[in-house]
């Protein structure tokens, strides 16, 4: 199993109803991408974050069924532009003692096949992946 966990801080200068509406692409995300087996989307209770979403996936294959799935694809091009500190990380039972360097690999292919979320992510004011790269603040 694989907990790919998610940590986002909205701009400050949003509107409420683009935050809900950042909140709601976190949920479709789980509800509607079938290799989510299950997930929770919530306030991040004492972390520096304002809200987490923790998806459960079976193993890699699911982890890269999961990031190339229309609707995170969605969530990534239409949310990151609401998000002033983003954060991906994951947690995973497995005992392979390369699965980080398989994640990180995933992700780099996502990002080669979405080039357009790739520009996003490049001007996000801080944004960091499982494998620690990205933009920081």
Request: hydrophobic share 40%; charged share 25%; proline share 5%.
């Amino acid at each position: 199993m694989i907990f790919h966990i998610n940590r986002v801080t909205y701009r400050d200068d949003l509107r409420e109803e683009q935050r809900q509406a950042g909140l709601e692409m976190l949920h479709q995300n789980g509800v509607a991408n079938p290799t989510v087996k299950s997930y929770v989307v919530g306030p991040e209770l004492g972390g520096e974050f304002d809200y987490c979403a923790v998806y459960v996936l079976d193993d890699l294959d699911g982890y890269e069924a999961y990031l190339n799935h229309p609707v995170h694809v969605n969530l990534e091009l239409k949310g990151t532009g609401f998000l002033t500190k983003f954060a991906a990380m994951d947690v995973s039972d497995s005992d392979d003692p390369k699965l980080g360097e398989k994640i990180a690999e995933i992700q780099a292919r996502h990002l080669e096949m979405h080039p357009d979320v790739a520009a996003l992510i490049a001007e996000a004011p801080s944004f960091t992946v499982p494998d620690g790269s990205g933009s920081a603040a």
